[in-house]
């Protein structure tokens, strides 16, 4: 089975900082990268998707994330941190390799200190 | 609005009563997905369908059945409810792509105690 690791669940940053959030993938196919953003009580929404093509890829409110297939490696990152992004951030994978499931990490949440 | 849609959004209920959580999509996607979020956990896959009569169990099956008769609805069944299926549920649908899943796009979540 696939496994998606998120290191650290709480991250901490100051307001105008940069954000990184740390996503690893076990698949030894490319699969399909997601990350997605939760609120506090509400769902889930994404964020940014690499399916092929360029290995950088821009998302919603400022955040990005490169694939690096040799790290197997999928980490956000946003320049500078805003109070509103604040909430907890999923990475998934998508792996062809292992039929159709769809895998979550734990998650990792985010303050933003002002 | 292309949306998923979950009902109820709160439930409170018993050991033993059997309950029904609908979820209802209306973008034509062939792929629907039931999740239980848990805190430290993540998202958990319960069972997943890729298309009418065609289900499969993902990673924490046990103590739920689904189906699905119709493309866009594809309820979640609990038949006899326990306090370790207290949690929050997220239905979600995608396309099916050639290599993998599109982006799942999720339910607003149903929030369930079993006492």
């Known amino acids: 089975a696939q496994s998606v690791t998120q290191l650290g669940s709480h991250v901490s940053v100051s307001e105008g900082a940069l954000v990184l959030l740390r996503c690893n993938y076990s698949?030894?196919?490319?699969?399909?990268l997601f990350w997605y953003v939760q609120y506090p009580n509400q769902g889930l929404q994404l964020l940014l998707k690499?399916?092929?093509?360029?290995?950088l890829v821009k998302g919603i409110n400022g955040f990005e994330a490169e694939f690096k297939k040799s790290e197997t490696s999928f980490h956000l990152t946003k320049p500078s941190a805003h109070m509103s992004d604040a909430a907890e951030y999923f990475c998934a994978v998508s792996d062809p390799g292992t039929g159709n499931q769809f895998y979550f990490g734990t998650g990792t949440s985010l303050t933003v200190i002002p | 609005e292309a949306q998923v849609t979950q009902n109820p959004r709160y439930l409170i209920t018993v050991t033993g009563k059997k309950l029904t959580v609908t979820c209802s999509q209306n973008?034509?996607?062939?792929?629907m997905s039931w999740y239980r979020q848990d805190p430290g956990l993540g998202l958990r896959q319960i069972y997943y369908s890729m298309n009418v009569e065609v289900t499969d169990k993902g990673d924490v099956p046990e103590g739920y059945k689904v189906s699905r008769k119709e493309k866009r609805n594809f309820p979640l069944i609990l038949e006899s409810p326990s306090p370790n299926q207290t949690s929050l549920y997220f239905c979600?649908?995608?396309?099916?792509?050639?290599?993998?899943?599109?982006?799942?796009?999720f339910g607003p979540g149903t929030r369930l105690t079993v006492l």
């Open positions: 973008m034509n996607h062939e792929y």
């Open positions: 979600a649908s995608s396309l099916l792509l050639a290599g993998g899943l599109g982006e799942q796009f």
């Open positions: 690499y399916t092929t093509g360029a290995t």
């Open positions: 698949s030894s196919v490319p699969p399909y």
